[in-house]
């Protein structure tokens, strides 16, 4: 089955304090890929970042940072220095060989001032 | 930069009613998708289409619900009799082929149905 799973309903951080948001995912496929997106109060999917199964390179981008551990079948999100503005529902989610993308239940992250 | 558009932003409708929700796709990709999010859960797939046709869709694309490409640029989604657990955020999407994995989302149209 291919399913992805974000284990942390909701995280409650004050400002400046660095969270790690967590996503574990099953699939069959040899090749695959993995994305998380925030979903701010306004609704829309933000794409932060995609990987593909062949790349265990962890990433940075700014205070963004994802690590990737196919052992573990995990794709770890963490955000260094929160700020309020952080504070939205992010999605891990992956897509598999037809193409098709299966969401996490997310994880609601506030970040208090 | 191209991306994926869906009118309206809010649909309000009463239970029973049919309801068409419009996506229009990035113009060189082949596939679509549809996507449904009811409040405060997790986003869920409904249905993919390539080739003018159904690739896949999941249990909750039953028989009240249909896809078109009508005129090769819109994507619709109709529903054929709104229930009161259709109110969601419906998201389009779109791939531009085979290889590339990465859909583009459109900002979604929340469904109300009362």
């Known amino acids: 089955a291919q399913k992805v799973t974000q284990a942390q309903t909701e995280i409650s951080v004050v400002e400046k304090e660095d969270v790690t948001l967590d996503c574990v995912y099953e699939?069959?496929?040899?090749?695959?890929?993995l994305f998380w997106y925030k979903q701010p109060p306004s609704g829309e999917l933000v794409f932060l970042i995609r990987r593909n199964s062949f790349d265990e390179q962890n990433e940075i981008s700014g205070r963004y940072s994802w690590n990737f551990q196919k052992s573990t079948s995990s794709f770890n999100f963490t955000i260094t220095a929160s700020q309020v503005v952080d504070s939205a529902v992010y999605f891990c989610?992956?897509?598999?060989?037809?193409?098709?993308?299966?969401f996490g239940a997310g994880t609601r992250l506030t970040v208090k001032p | 930069e191209p991306e994926v558009t869906q009118t309206p932003s809010h649909q309000v409708t009463q239970m029973g009613q049919e309801v068409i929700l419009r996506c229009v796709p990035i113009s060189n990709h082949l596939y679509f998708y549809w996507y449904r999010q009811i409040l405060g859960q997790k986003v869920e797939f409904l249905v993919s289409?390539?080739?003018?046709?159904?690739?896949?869709k999941s249990e909750i694309f039953d028989d009240q619900f249909s896809v078109e490409r009508p005129d090769g640029s819109n994507f619709t989604l109709k529903i054929r009799s709104t229930k009161l657990e259709d109110s969601a955020m419906y998201f389009c999407?779109?791939?531009?082929?085979?290889?590339?994995?990465?859909?583009?989302f459109g900002p979604g149209t929340r469904l109300t149905v009362t």
């Open positions: 999407a779109s791939l531009r082929g085979p290889r590339d994995y990465e859909q583009y």
């Open positions: 989610a992956l897509v598999y060989n037809n193409n098709d993308m299966r």
């Open positions: 289409f390539y080739n003018n046709e159904i690739s896949e």
């Open positions: 699939t069959r496929d040899t090749t695959y890929y």
